[in-house]
């Protein structure tokens, strides 16, 4: 779709009062390119979405890199922990699939300088229990800093730990932090959800649809993952989420223009 074609579907949204849904790539153009390799990041970088969606986690030598799981395992041609691991040895570890062969981890440094120039925002994961423990997200700040994006608005913290986006709070108060609930997490009163004082919510769509009355609660902003039919892409934005995470980036950018 280009760029025209969305914006006519803001303007679209817009005259009929309704807010305009944020499209995050999730794991990159995870649906059509390996997760979080270069080229499912850079095929969603092209898209005319709000932004996309990465995990991250810490090597043995400290490193932050952009990996979903603890181990390479189901990933890569490799295996082992992340955390028992150099980056050395996990950069040679090739995630890509048949179809496309030769992707190698990024590290957050590296998705950070492709990213920068593009204009989305970036919805970076500190995965949580790791190795590191609270280092990560004091390594995640300095590289935010290394690169001067430590307040830039088109950041924003996202994990499943409150502990997380409390150290956030602290480390980088300016930046956006959401909270992402777990799916058995049920009706949690006021005071649990708001625990680390979040600037966002975040469930999944199991969860959503289990309890559509959550969306938008205590008056924060709702990110949704992971929703890849069109459908629910509909369901979710006439029932207010605010960001939409899916690994069909192309299918919700055709689900928003009707
Ligand atoms: O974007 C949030 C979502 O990614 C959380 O679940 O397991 O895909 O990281 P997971
Ligand atoms: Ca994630």
């Avoid at 092209?46 to 181990?71: F, Q, S, W, Y």
């Avoid at 909270?179 to 949690?188: F, I, K, T």
């Avoid at 600037?199 to 289990?210: A, D, E």
């Amino acid at each position: 779709m280009s760029v025209e074609l969305q914006l006519d579907a803001q303007v679209k949204a817009d005259r009929e009062g309704r807010p305009t849904l944020k499209i995050v790539a999730h794991r990159g153009y995870s649906g059509k390119y390996p997760e979080l390799s270069p080229l499912a990041f850079e095929k969603a970088l092209e898209l005319p979405i709000h932004g996309i969606e990465c995990d991250v986690r810490m090597t043995r030598d400290g490193k932050v890199v952009v990996n979903h799981d603890a181990t390479l395992d189901r990933t890569s041609n490799r295996n082992g922990k992340v955390s028992a691991l150099d980056w050395a040895e996990i950069k040679l570890a090739d995630i890509g699939s048949d179809k496309h062969p030769k992707q190698y981890p990024m590290l957050l440094d590296e998705l950070l300088e492709m990213w920068e120039p593009s204009g989305q925002h970036i919805y970076i994961e500190t995965k949580h229990p790791g190795a590191g423990g609270d280092i990560l997200e004091e390594q995640v700040v300095l590289r935010l800093r290394y690169a001067g994006l430590a307040d830039d608005p088109r950041i924003h913290i996202i994990s499943f730990a409150h502990r997380a986006i409390r150290r956030m709070k602290s480390l980088a108060p300016d930046l956006d932090r959401i909270y992402l609930r777990r799916d058995w997490q049920r009706h949690l009163k006021k005071a649990e959800l708001l625990l680390s004082e979040p600037t966002g919510l975040g469930m999944s769509l199991l969860r959503g649809k289990l309890q559509p009355d959550a969306i938008g609660a205590h008056g924060l902003p709702t990110y949704m993952w992971t929703i890849d039919k069109t459908e629910d892409m509909k369901w979710a934005w006439a029932n207010g989420v605010d960001i939409l995470a899916t690994n069909q980036p192309e299918v919700a950018l055709h689900a928003i223009q009707m």
